[in-house]
Structures are given as C-alpha cells and as structure tokens.
C-alpha cells in the first residue's frame, strides 16, 4: 500500500513539474501595438455633382441637414440606412480634403463619428462602390441627405 502511496505521489509531482516546465519563459520586450489610424476624408469628382467627399476607399460620404451642429441624430433605424463614417483615431485628410475642417464627435452609443465642417459624416447603405452617389437628396428619417464639397457645404444638385 505504502508503494501505491509512493507511486501516486510520484506521479503527481511528475506531472506538475511538466505542466510549469513547459510554459514558455516571458518576452524580454513585449510587442507594442499598432498605432490606431484615423479614416482618412479625401474628395473625388463627380461627373454630376462635382468635386465631393468621400473616404480613403472613395466611397461617397453624406451630410444630414436634421443635425445640429456636430451632434448626430441618426440612430437605431436611420442608422442602419445611413451608417455613421466612424473613426479608430484623428481623421485624416486625404486629397483634396481641409485638414482643419476635420474633427470627430461622440455619439450616444459611445462610438466615435468623423465630422467636416462641423457635420458628421455618413454612408448610405444602397452606395456599394466608389462613385456611387445614390443616396444625394433623399428625404428619410426627418431630413435631406446631401453629399458633401471640399468647403464643407452641401452639394444640393439631384
């Protein structure tokens, strides 16, 4: 009995001295991570509407003329139509866009949306790739839907 003793005891230690002997030792220096990078605001031409804004992906960006001032008041339903062009750090001005023009405001679900010209900036959902205007002058969830030009006004051209 006292040998089956020894034998479980053995074994047990055994397998504690290889469950920590197997741990891979710590880094000297730990990786940092990437610096998070803003969406980048850019404007592209329009055959129609001119010069206008769009993302680094020269997907078309739109103003809701039923905000006021930088706060955003598309949510839940609207936002699922008009996503909010969110942002992971400062915005960054592309070509053509007014780097002092950019700026950022958070929303009331804490995600944080780019803004131009004290609007903020969103997509429409029916908009699937560059160049695509579609959403320029609807009237949904209150208001009108305008793209954008490199001044911060609204293009009202339909």
């Excluded at 003793?5 to 991570?33: D, E, F, I, R």
């Excluded at 329009?46 to 960006?61: E, N, Y």
């Excluded at 809701?64 to 909010?84: E, H, K, L, Q, R």
Aim: aromatic share 6%; glycine share 12%; net charge positive.
């Amino acid at each position: 009995m006292k040998s089956l003793q020894t034998l479980s005891v053995t074994v047990v230690g055994l397998a504690l001295l290889v469950a920590c002997g197997s741990s891979p030792a710590p880094s000297a220096a730990s990786t940092p991570s990437p610096a998070a990078t803003g969406t980048t605001i850019a404007v592209a031409n329009d055959a129609k509407l001119g010069s206008i804004l769009v993302d680094g992906k020269g997907i078309t960006v739109y103003l809701f003329v039923a905000d006021t001032g930088t706060a955003s008041t598309c949510y839940t339903s609207c936002a699922n139509i008009w996503p909010p062009v969110l942002t992971n750090g400062a915005p960054q001005a592309g070509t053509g866009a007014d780097k002092s023009k950019l700026g950022t405001t958070t929303r009331t679900d804490g995600k944080v949306e780019v803004t131009y010209a004290g609007h903020p900036l969103y997509y429409f959902i029916k908009d699937k790739k560059a160049g695509d205007t579609t959403g320029q002058g609807i009237n949904g969830f209150g208001g009108l839907w305008w793209v954008m030009s490199a001044s911060g006004e609204a293009i009202t051209t339909k």
